[in-house]
């Protein structure tokens, strides 16, 4: 019977908390919510659009779309290189956000495809946005995250290496001394005051500014420059003594000259020739017009306010705070044929800040890099005295060994621990 009362105490006790309970809910139920109690959040429209553009970004549909927009577009950039040659189908298929079309001789273009950076781009953001939103960093996804940093940073070392990189050449004869390489498909108008027996003050107009036809103005220069015409591919040929054609200009070469247009050029081994008819306009009206092109070798001079100036339109020069000079260029052949074995240059390296004076043999596979920069043995002259050498400068040229090694490290961590898992769950007890 003691134990009985408990039970049925404790049993009371129970029914009567639970009905307190109750009471209490159906209080609280007419009573105001306390301070402490937590209200849900609210999608605010902003949120809600937010969140659709992730999911969009994120989406494997678009990863679908934009992978196939790029085979169409390596396709179709391969097939214009045909026509359009191998740089000018780069720039305008895989170096711009557009592929641009517009009918023959007009000057209007309309946007009709889109371009290798703006599907890059997207496709970079969609593995970026795919990846924070669906992949949490565990242990067992360590292998997936290797790889796909090492896409993104596939991705964007080639979007580094196609705004940061340059190409240029330096040309040198033996015996011969630079400090400066050209950029051969890329024009540039000096403008050089040589009345300083010790320094030359140089302005340089590139090829971009030319192409407007426009009035020129520079703060070193005491003069403008009116471009009347310019050509991107050209023939400079001597004006013969019974032609009615017009000279090409006023003063210098051009006026015993003409000039004409030719078509632009697309094999790899050939580059276009650039040319413009130039006026000087001083404060007391025109200095005559001047014919600058790449075909003219004399340098052409004039005089104004007593200081002489030299015009010349040369490949645009990339100076460098170190010269190079050529003291013996090899062309090597396998023993009784004509078949090349080795190509080297000899050259000297001096850097008058640092006080660098040293001889360096550049050859096939072994170039010299320097200050940035990666010299090639590119080709050399025909009479076997003089060399080409192709300079690189190209600040993320490591961005691909690096993506490549986190990729294959990616791989082996994931399959290596599939593989332990599964080499454990098959050893016997």
Same mark, same amino acid.
């Given at each position: 019977?003691? /134990?009985? &009362?408990? &039970?049925?105490?404790?049993?009371?006790?129970?029914? /009567?908390?639970?009905?307190? =309970?109750?009471?209490?809910? @159906?209080?609280?139920?007419?009573?105001?919510?306390?301070?402490?109690?937590?209200?849900?959040? #609210?999608?605010?429209?902003?949120?809600?659009?937010?969140?659709?553009?992730? =999911?969009?970004?994120?989406?494997?549909?678009?990863?679908?779309?934009?992978?196939?927009?790029?085979?169409?577009?390596?396709?179709?950039?391969?097939? /214009?290189?045909?026509?359009?040659?191998?740089?000018?189908?780069?720039?305008?298929?895989?170096?711009?956000?557009?592929?641009?079309?517009? !009918?023959?001789?007009?000057?209007?273009?309309?946007?009709?495809?889109?371009?290798?950076?703006?599907?890059?781009?997207?496709?970079?953001?969609?593995?970026? &946005?795919?990846?924070?939103?669906?992949?949490?960093?565990?242990?067992?996804?360590? $292998?997936?995250?290797?790889?796909?940093?090492?896409?993104?940073?596939?991705?964007?070392?080639?979007?580094?290496?196609?705004?940061? =990189?340059?190409?240029?050449?330096?040309?040198?004869?033996?015996?011969?001394?630079?400090?400066?390489?050209?950029?051969?498909?890329?024009?540039?108008?000096? *403008?050089?005051? %040589?009345?300083?027996?010790?320094?030359?003050? *140089?302005?340089?107009?590139?090829?971009?500014?030319?192409?407007?036809?426009?009035?020129?103005?520079?703060?070193?220069?005491?003069?403008?420059?009116?471009?009347?015409?310019?050509?991107?591919?050209?023939? #400079?040929?001597?004006?013969?003594?019974?032609?009615?054609?017009?000279?090409?200009?006023?003063? $210098?070469?051009?006026?015993?000259?003409?000039?004409?247009?030719?078509?632009?050029?697309?094999?790899?081994?050939?580059?276009?020739?650039?040319?413009?008819?130039?006026?000087?306009?001083?404060?007391?009206?025109?200095?005559?017009?001047?014919?600058?092109?790449?075909?003219?070798?004399?340098?052409?001079?004039?005089?104004?306010?007593?200081?002489?100036?030299?015009?010349?339109?040369?490949?645009?020069?990339?100076?460098?705070?170190?010269?190079?000079?050529?003291?013996?260029?090899?062309?090597?052949?396998?023993?009784?044929?004509?078949?090349?074995?080795?190509?080297?240059?000899? %050259?000297?390296?001096?850097?008058?800040?640092?006080?660098?004076?040293?001889? %360096?043999?550049?050859?096939?596979?072994? !170039?010299?890099?320097?200050?940035?920069? &990666?010299?090639?043995?590119?080709?050399?002259?025909?009479?076997?005295?003089?060399?080409?050498?192709?300079?690189? @400068?190209?600040? =993320?040229?490591?961005?691909?060994?690096?993506?490549?090694?986190?990729?294959?490290?990616?791989?082996? %961590?994931?399959?290596?621990? @599939?593989?332990? $898992?599964?080499?454990?769950?098959?050893?016997?007890?």
């Amino acid at each position: 019977m003691k /134990a009985r &009362t408990r &039970t049925d105490s404790a049993t009371v006790v129970v029914e /009567a908390s639970a009905q307190r =309970s109750k009471g209490n809910h @159906h209080a609280g139920a007419n009573s105001r919510p306390s301070g402490n109690t937590e209200r849900e959040p #609210v999608n605010t429209p902003l949120d809600s659009a937010l969140d659709k553009l992730i =999911s969009f970004f994120a989406s494997l549909r678009l990863t679908v779309v934009l992978l196939a927009l790029g085979i169409i577009l390596v396709f179709w950039g391969t097939l /214009a290189q045909v026509e359009l040659g191998l740089f000018k189908a780069q720039n305008e298929f895989f170096r711009s956000f557009f592929v641009y079309w517009g !009918p023959k001789g007009a000057s209007w273009k309309i946007p009709v495809f889109p371009a290798g950076y703006l599907v890059g781009g997207l496709l970079l953001i969609n593995l970026v &946005t795919a990846h924070v939103k669906k992949f949490k960093f565990t242990r067992k996804k360590a $292998g997936i995250w290797l790889v796909h940093f090492g896409i993104i940073l596939l991705l964007l070392g080639q979007l580094l290496t196609d705004v940061l =990189s340059r190409e240029s050449v330096l040309h040198l004869r033996e015996g011969e001394a630079k400090n400066y390489s050209e950029i051969e498909r890329d024009a540039e108008l000096a *403008v050089v005051d %040589v009345t300083d027996a010790n320094s030359d003050k *140089v302005v340089a107009i590139p090829q971009s500014v030319l192409m407007h036809r426009k009035e020129i103005e520079h703060p070193e220069m005491p003069f403008k420059i009116r471009v009347k015409d310019y050509f991107a591919n050209s023939f #400079v040929d001597n004006r013969a003594a019974d032609t009615l054609e017009p000279p090409a200009s006023t003063q $210098g070469i051009g006026a015993r000259a003409i000039v004409r247009e030719v078509p632009r050029v697309t094999q790899m081994e050939k580059r276009d020739v650039p040319s413009a008819v130039i006026e000087l306009l001083g404060p007391q009206g025109s200095m005559g017009s001047w014919l600058v092109s790449e075909y003219i070798d004399p340098v052409q001079s004039f005089t104004f306010n007593n200081r002489t100036y030299e015009l010349a339109l040369r490949p645009r020069r990339v100076y460098k705070p170190y010269s190079i000079q050529l003291h013996k260029f090899s062309h090597d052949l396998y023993a009784g044929t004509d078949t090349p074995k080795n190509f080297s240059s000899r %050259v000297t390296l001096q850097r008058p800040d640092t006080g660098e004076n040293r001889e %360096v043999l550049i050859y096939m596979n072994n !170039p010299l890099r320097y200050a940035g920069e &990666t010299y090639y043995q590119a080709s050399f002259d025909r009479d076997d005295h003089g060399t080409v050498l192709q300079v690189v @400068h190209n600040p =993320s040229w490591l961005t691909p060994y690096f993506s490549c090694v986190l990729v294959a490290a990616g791989l082996l %961590v994931q399959f290596g621990m @599939h593989l332990f $898992g599964f080499a454990r769950k098959r050893r016997p007890a």
